[in-house]
């Protein structure tokens, strides 16, 4: 008989095989052999360890022993020789095997038969959440606030945000959110078996905010101030106030003088809380926030520094000032620093960001900028004025944000007047001229006003009130009708050379105009810019009270509200030059 040899059965699983619920395959061998007195003797030896996560199929091999046929619970059948494999395919739904070999030899036949009991098994990782925030929730995000998320339970993760698989694979997702949705995590575990998924909602919560304080003023000296808050746990009809559960509506009364600060909170979200301070004095609202546009910070930037004054005496507690390019855009705002009872300015200039083309940020190269303060107990604003004219700060650099060296000294005052002196220059032709001043002269006495011409050069100055008056240098005092200059008038000057005079005194306000009598007027045009008849004249024209308007720059223009427009010539209207007005309804 020959050498009883060993049957060598080594599973092998494909890598393509991944289910769910299967990442082990383990079997129990029987080693009780049976077989029969012949000149073959054949056994079986299966590996232990069966994994067959590597493979779909098992090899056994026959080491010596001759050849015959095998079947596997009579479901599978195949032949084999000595030293070549035959391959068993465990996949076939079998989950209990018996294999029956039966060897055949020239000198004799043996029949054997091994049980092989073999199952599939998984140990199903479950993924867990681990709270790692200091928050009480840790499935909440406020804002653009970053959320991250932790598990355990696999060697690697799968995350789904609203339906789409994320790049990251760890244990770690961090996120940021602006709504309520969820995450959907899958444990992996190293053979590559799936979890079931764990679903995470995530709760977006605005952050908190306030309505503007409303206050009122009550009759036993205190005040009553209430605002509303909105924003964190959106499922939360309470907040937090100075640790205190109450609504989202706060109400609070104090005595006048006090001030309060609110700690507000929001339960149930991390929303960071609001603190906010209420000033209250004399049953006045707290003060009011300049109405500029908002600064937008750059790279570049030079520091102005000095003292701020309104009418010779100090800003206050409150007050803001802020700086404007050539343009007319706010390139700096801060409010003023009151110490010692002295309002010093320390304010940051901006550059315009070249990488933005469709904003201007601030200052450009050659550029120069000009101050505004507000005033806050005034709800008031005020340029900064040299000579009547608003004052252009021209030597603006980029110091990297530290103090400009022509505007570094804290000890230089810069004094906003409520009402700022006014400077107007007027050129004269030869002959006659129709002229109004948008100021209200230092002295309004006509010798004075035009005292800047060429000595014996003014011929006569006419004016209309009711009627025409006049006034002749040459001619004796009483004589003149004419003798003071009123604001918003305009008047004609004759003169026998060109020649130019300038007045300073207060500004008058833009939108100022005499006020009007039915027929004829001799009305001054205030504007810095040109405007036309049709806008300046608006409301006039909109009641049917305008008839006529006409002027005179080295001949008359002329404009009619009825007309059409070709036969206006009087298209623009312009600083420094007068206008007679025709009206109705006066």
Request: proline share 5%.
């Amino acid at each position: 008989m020959k050498k009883l040899t060993q049957l060598l059965l080594i599973l092998l699983v494909s890598s393509q095989f991944l289910i769910a619920n299967s990442a082990e395959f383990s079997c129990s061998i029987s080693t009780t052999s049976s077989t029969t007195a012949s000149l073959c003797d054949l056994s079986l030896i299966v590996d232990q360890d069966c994994n067959a996560f590597s493979g779909n199929q098992d090899n056994i091999y026959i080491i010596s022993g001759g050849s015959g046929s095998y079947f596997v619970s009579g479901d599978i059948n195949g032949s084999f020789e000595e030293g070549v494999p035959f391959v068993v395919n465990y996949f076939d739904g079998l989950t209990a095997n018996i294999f029956i070999v039966d060897a055949v030899d020239p000198a004799c036949t043996t029949s054997y038969s091994e049980p092989i009991n073999c199952a599939f098994s998984c140990n199903t990782p479950e993924p867990t959440l681990i709270y790692n925030t200091s928050f009480e929730s840790a499935t909440t995000v406020c804002g653009d606030d970053a959320l991250s998320l932790t598990v355990t339970g696999g060697d690697s993760y799968q995350w789904v945000v609203d339906g789409e698989l994320q790049a990251e694979t760890g244990d770690t997702f961090t996120s940021t959110y602006n709504t309520n949705t969820s995450v959907v995590v899958t444990a992996v575990e190293g053979n590559g078996c799936t979890s079931s998924a764990l679903e995470i909602p995530i709760t977006y919560n605005e952050p908190l905010s306030t309505t503007q304080p409303v206050y009122t003023c009550n009759d036993d000296g205190t005040y009553t101030v209430s605002l509303f808050v909105s924003g964190g746990s959106a499922t939360d009809p309470d907040v937090l106030v100075n640790g205190v559960l109450t609504g989202r509506t706060i109400v609070i009364t104090q005595n006048n003088g006090n001030s309060v600060n609110l700690d507000i909170s929001s339960s149930g979200s991390n929303c960071s809380a609001l603190n906010i301070d209420i000033f209250y004095d004399e049953c006045q609202p707290p003060l009011s926030l300049p109405n500029w546009s908002t600064v937008t910070p750059t790279n570049q930037s030079g520091r102005f520094r000095g003292q701020a004054q309104i009418d010779d005496i100090p800003a206050e507690q409150g007050d803001w000032i802020a700086a404007f390019d050539s343009d007319g855009n706010i390139a700096g705002a801060e409010a003023l620093i009151i110490n010692s009872g002295i309002a010093y300015i320390d304010l940051p200039i901006y550059a315009d960001d070249p990488v933005s083309t469709n904003i201007d940020e601030g200052m450009n190269a050659g550029e120069y900028f000009t101050l505004q303060l507000f005033d806050a107990s005034e709800n008031a604003y005020y340029d900064y004025t040299v000579n009547g004219q608003v004052f252009e700060f021209t030597e603006w650099s980029n110091t990297n944000g530290i103090p400009i060296t022509a505007y570094s000294d804290n000890n230089d005052v810069y004094n906003f007047l409520t009402n700022p002196l006014c400077s107007q220059t007027i050129d004269l032709n030869a002959g006659w001229n129709l002229i109004s001043l948008d100021l209200t002269p230092t002295s309004t006495d006509i010798a004075t006003v035009f005292s800047g011409l060429q000595a014996g050069n003014l011929e006569f100055v006419t004016g209309f009130e009711n009627g025409t008056i006049i006034y002749n240098p040459n001619d004796p005092p009483f004589l003149n009708t004419l003798s003071n200059v009123q604001d918003g008038a305009a008047y004609w000057v004759r003169v026998q050379n060109a020649d130019s005079f300038t007045v300073s005194g207060d500004c008058l306000a833009d939108d100022y105009r005499m006020p009007l009598s039915n027929g004829w007027n001799l009305v001054a045009f205030i504007p810095d810019d040109p405007q036309p008849p049709t806008t300046y004249f608006a409301d006039l024209i909109s009641n049917g009270d305008l008839q006529y308007v006409t002027g005179f720059d080295n001949g008359t223009t002329i404009f009619n509200p009825n007309d059409p427009p070709f036969l206006n010539t009087l298209q623009q209207m312009e600083n420094g030059l007068g206008y007679w007005l025709r009206v109705t309804n006066q």
